[in-house]
């Protein structure tokens, strides 16, 4: 644990402080009230994102709940995650990026495949699976998630595409926790299309108690 005199974040308590190699996945326990940052240290990386409430796991994030509650499809700066049970999950209580993806989804390698012709040995389909097993989940515990820092533009005809990221160094989003939280994260490996840059590069990831 990291004391207040060297705390990345002034005035906070940290509980962990962890650089996600590029392309790799991640999870941790984050109790009600407690806050995870999200720095995206290059720019314009992708940062695929799932949590689930800690003592009942059925009880996960939900896409369409939030787009709905937060009358946009697009997260930013005092949006709320809600649950499947419309539940409030965590609040971005900071963001200095905005416009993060609810709509794209995750990489696989099947769909890789179908978009561009291509068999690649990760994707954050296989993250989410890998990491999800470390805490006796699966394949069908994921589902549609968040994208921090990625850009999907929605034209005037209902078109969508992944465009080039508008997050710059060192942007960061901070997420408090209103319940007790599993999440997970795949810092993204896709290098066919714009999600991280065509070059997946490492995020930081921040666990800690406000002053």
């Known amino acids: 644990m990291t004391s207040e005199t060297d705390s990345p974040i002034p005035g906070a308590s940290i509980h962990q402080d962890t650089i996600i190699p590029a392309c790799a996945p991640w999870s941790a326990r984050i109790q009600k009230g407690d806050m995870l940052r999200l720095i995206d240290l290059e720019g314009r990386q992708a940062v695929d994102f799932l949590c689930y409430n800690s003592a009942s796991p059925a009880e996960r994030y939900n896409a369409a709940n939030t787009m709905k509650l937060n009358k946009s499809i697009y997260l930013g700066k005092g949006c709320v995650l809600w649950s499947v049970r419309a539940r409030k999950m965590m609040t971005i209580v900071e963001d200095t990026c905005g416009s993060h993806?609810?709509?794209?989804?995750?990489?696989?390698?099947?769909?890789?495949?179908?978009?561009?012709?291509?068999?690649?040995?990760?994707?954050?389909?296989?993250?989410?699976?890998?990491?999800?097993?470390?805490?006796?989940?699966?394949e069908k515990d994921i589902v549609a998630n968040i994208n921090f820092f990625m850009y999907v533009p929605v034209d005037a005809d209902g078109g969508v595409a992944i465009a080039e990221g508008l997050s710059k160094p060192g942007d960061y989003v901070d997420l408090r926790a209103e319940m007790d939280l599993l999440v997970v994260i795949s810092n993204c490996p896709e290098r066919d299309n714009p999600a991280a840059g065509f070059k997946p590069t490492p995020v930081r990831a921040i666990v800690y108690s406000p002053a």
């Open 101 to 138: 993806d609810t709509l794209a989804g995750c990489c696989s390698i099947e769909i890789d495949e179908v978009r561009f012709g291509v068999t690649n040995t990760r994707s954050c389909q296989s993250n989410f699976e890998a990491e999800l097993a470390k805490h006796g989940l699966g």
